[in-house]
């Protein structure tokens, strides 16, 4: 398994964690990481994923609901939500090329989902990233 793989596994734990646990705080949430994730690069880039999503949550849930006909986020299982927040993330604030994102967003719903989880994640992020290419090319 690639490194940055692993750090989004135990990225998309901890936001599940969050999601059951609001009052995790990062303290918490470092120390579970660090329990996981001996390398240090890895450790800062799943913290980076976390604590982004954490701060831009209310944006990434502004543009996964714009794209998710008949779904809120709140309704979303709590996988596959996190798994598609990473990758909205990722697309929108780091330099991860989309087709990565969203590949990982879906392998992440494979490992950790139900079993239509990857087709719902796959549809969400290939609309969320059309929606953006749209955008850009205005």
């Known amino acids: 398994m690639a490194r940055r793989s692993k750090a989004r596994e135990v990225a998309l734990q901890m936001l599940f964690q969050r ?12 120390n579970m990481i660090g329990e996981r994730l001996e390398d240090e690069e890895m450790f800062l880039f ?11 949550r209310e944006e990434l849930d502004q543009q996964i609901s714009a794209v998710a006909e008949n779904w809120s986020v709140d309704r979303m299982a709590s996988t596959d939500r996190n798994a598609i927040r990473i990758g909205v993330y990722e697309m929108t604030f780091l330099d991860t090329p989309p087709p990565v994102a969203i590949n990982e967003a879906i392998e992440l719903s494979r490992k950790f989902g ?5 087709q719902f994640v796959n549809g969400i ?5 059309k929606s953006r290419d749209e955008a850009a090319a205005e």
Request: charged share 30%.
């Open 114 to 118: 139900a079993k239509e989880s990857t």
């Open 46 to 56: 799943c913290w980076q994923l976390v604590s982004g999503v954490l701060e831009h």
């Open 19 to 30: 999601d059951f646990n609001p009052d995790a705080d990062a303290r918490v949430l470092k």
């Open 125 to 129: 992020m290939d609309r969320l990233n």
